[in-house]
């Protein structure tokens, strides 16, 4: 597996060098005020015209200019929290997507782009890395550990303000990730969010949502939460998240699955009216950061801030 099973040497992490005043405001703010993270990046880009089939990270480093405007234009519609286009961009995932610039420089380029839209947060987006194991203490196991340590340092040595473990479908998967994490975040915020079925289940081991809260939650996640699930099971999840933990819930649904046009285009149908009224229960079951998934876009981000701000007004 070459340089994804190679572990970047502990000496070269240095934890001083991160973002703490970031950090301070969103410590400030979690917990007491409902915020607004960003809309998704990866459908936006891959939406489109022709880059169905371009890998959503390497725009990045070819057009670094278009991610940084889908960055302000959630902001401009009122995101609070900005989430770096890295989703898929570990080194295994990268070089599964034949994307040649290398790790850092793709990370480093996604942070800088996120941090040009001037919110006071941006924290660093990390999904499954796509290496498969079975057993501890094997290659691939150590490549596991490697590619979510580099991946996470990578994002906070650049500016990020903490780390989002989102997308994770099964405990096994998540503890490793959130491990290997949290050993170079040195305090360094990590939240963790899960992709669930209509009943409220993790879509890989079947787990319910609270035992899979409460296991973020004793590991050290700083709030937990669901992403790219229906509206309905989201809305559904918010006060049984709630009443399972203690620390902040997030919720941030996709907008289902999209269309695929003739020439191959993908199209998602936005619903904005049905988001904002859903983030009304959210904010009444304690719901503390809101959003969208895939296919959501600007257009229902600005919906969720138009709710929260009506609810700021009462």
Request: include cysteine.
């Amino acid at each position: 597996m070459g340089e994804i099973e190679h572990s970047v040497a502990q000496d070269r992490f240095d934890p001083a060098r991160f973002d703490r005043a970031g950090t301070a405001w969103l410590e400030e703010h979690l917990g007491k005020d409902t915020l607004l993270m960003q809309g998704p990046m990866g459908s936006e880009l891959i939406g489109q015209v022709g880059s169905a089939q371009v890998p959503p990270a390497f725009w990045n480093v070819a057009d670094p200019h278009e991610v940084e405007r889908i960055h302000w234009m959630y902001r401009t519609v009122g995101a609070d929290i900005m989430l770096t286009n890295t989703f898929q961009a570990s080194g295994p995932a990268l070089e599964r997507d034949e994307v040649r610039a290398g790790m850092e420089r793709v990370n480093r380029a996604a942070v800088a782009c996120a941090l040009h839209a001037g919110a006071p947060c941006t924290l660093g987006s990390m999904g499954p890395c796509g290496i498969s194991w079975l057993a501890d203490d094997t290659p691939e196991y150590r490549a596991v550990i490697a590619a979510y340590r580099e991946q996470a340092y990578a994002l906070l040595d650049a500016g990020c303000h903490g780390i989002v473990l989102e997308t994770f479908t099964a405990l096994r998967e998540l503890e490793a990730a959130l491990g290997a994490v949290q050993s170079v975040a040195d305090g360094m915020p990590v939240l963790v969010s899960y992709a669930i079925d209509d009943e409220g289940n993790l879509l890989g081991d079947g787990l319910n949502i609270e035992a899979a809260c409460m296991f973020a939650e004793s590991h050290g996640a700083r709030a937990v939460g669901v992403n790219c699930c229906s509206l309905e099971a989201a809305t559904a999840a918010v006060p049984r998240m709630v009443r399972a933990v203690s620390v902040p819930v997030m919720v941030r649904p996709n907008a289902g699955d999209p269309q695929v046009d003739d020439e191959g285009q993908l199209h998602w149908y936005e619903l904005p009216d049905d988001f904002a009224a859903a983030c009304e229960r959210w904010c009444a079951d304690g719901a503390l950061i809101v959003g969208g998934c895939c296919g959501t876009g600007p257009r229902t981000t600005c919906a969720l801030s138009g709710c929260l701000e009506a609810r700021a007004r009462r």
